[in-house]
């Protein structure tokens, strides 16, 4: 009865490599994000989804990409892994992106996938 | 975009008040956020803000001054289990879709200490 799910928690590779973190939401929301959270406990947005569409790209490389199959699924793929790429993302959704005045939309997040490259 | 300001660390005893102060600068302000994390978990949502004044919900309230860019989360009757990160976050127009996306400051490190 998770309400936002992600996979793997953990997350070990070499540098070079390409890997996978895949985030399910069960709320019924319309919005999902992908957040970096960085050592310093900083967390920055990546990208978020609108009903399957790209609406934002906060200046990501290239080797990040996003694919949502569906409302439900925002999935991260990342090519060509390089050092400094080790953090903890976070997959949130929220009811709607948040284009009116609509109230608080809040953001409710995954465990969080540790991704450690060596 | 904008600019979050918090402090990095605080401590505070068992049974006291903390008051965590966050300044922002931005432009198309539509709300501001307190979340809380624990070490090694996902933060969630505590506090929104988006007119002016004092929000109270239980032993968490959460202040907002607009015209000054402000705004503080103030945390009663502190418990061990409060210690976490809190977190500020305000919402801002962004992306060229128009959407409004949290921006989050880099967080408060809140240690409670018997």
């Known amino acids: 009865d998770t309400a936002v799910s992600q996979t793997p928690k953990y997350l070990v590779t070499q540098m070079g490599n390409d890997k996978s973190i895949k985030c399910e939401q069960n709320?019924?929301?319309?919005?999902m994000y992908w957040y970096k959270q960085d050592s310093k406990k900083f967390l920055k947005i990546m990208f978020s989804y609108n009903n399957k569409e790209l609406i934002i790209n906060e200046t990501v490389p290239n080797r990040f990409s996003p694919k949502s199959p569906d409302k439900a699924h925002l999935n991260l793929h990342i090519n060509s892994l390089e050092l400094g790429d080790s953090a903890v993302y976070f997959c949130a959704s929220s009811q709607d992106p948040g284009t009116t005045f609509s109230g608080a939309n809040v953001l409710t997040f995954g465990a969080g996938s540790r991704l450690t490259v060596l | 975009g904008q600019n979050i300001d918090q402090p990095t660390e605080m401590t505070a005893t068992e049974g006291a008040i903390v008051q965590i102060n966050c300044t922002y600068q931005t432009s198309g302000f539509n709300g501001l956020f307190w979340y809380q994390q624990h070490a090694g978990e996902a933060p969630t949502f505590l506090s929104y803000n988006v007119l002016d004044g004092l929000e109270e919900k239980g032993r968490f309230s959460s202040f907002l001054s607009r015209s000054k860019g402000y705004s503080y989360l103030l945390l009663k009757e502190l418990q061990m289990k409060d210690s976490a990160s809190y977190l500020c976050a305000v919402r801002d127009r962004g992306g060229s879709g128009g959407s409004y996306i949290p921006t989050f400051g880099r967080g408060t490190s809140l240690i409670v200490h018997p």
């Open positions: 709320l019924g929301h319309d919005t």
